[in-house]
Nanobody, 120 residues
Framework: VQLQASGGGLVQAGGSLRLSCTAS????????IGWYRQAPGLQRELVAT???????DYKHFVKGRFTISRDNTKNTAYLQMNSLKPEDTAVYYC???????????????WGQGTLVTVSS
């Protein structure tokens, strides 16, 4: 199982980016996907999750600005990020795991990360 994250870049505050996470191997549709991020010097933190049933959850600091989605026909999950802030600057990672209710259990498989830099 491999995950490939892409779509990061440099954007001004208030701008938008869409990240993609494409999976190969395994059965993508049965897994939940979690997007995480890690800023320099900080721990990796969960940002948003989407279950196999399409249910979504967001951390408070991105709620209303980010949207997670998935297209099982393309084995791809997305993270649409709007109204970006400098504090959103981080390396963003995707993870395949399980979701029970609103709780996400991260799996062993991570994408390589994609850097998002938001300038003020």
């Amino acid at each position: 199982v491999q995950l490939q994250a892409s779509g990061g870049g440099l954007v001004q505050a208030g701008g938008s980016l869409r990240l993609s996470c494409t999976a190969s191997g395994g059965t993508f549709s049965i897994n939940a996907i979690g997007w995480y991020r890690q800023a320099p010097g900080l721990q990796r933190e969960l940002v948003a999750t989407i279950g196999s049933d399409g249910s979504t959850d967001y951390k408070h600091f991105v709620k209303g600005r980010f949207t997670i989605s998935r297209d099982n026909t393309k084995n791809t999950a997305y993270l649409q990020m709007n109204s970006l802030k400098p504090e959103d600057t981080a390396v963003y990672y995707c993870n395949r795991g399980e979701k029970i209710g609103s709780y996400y259990y991260k799996g062993d498989y991570w994408g390589q990360g994609t850097l998002v830099t938001v300038s003020s």
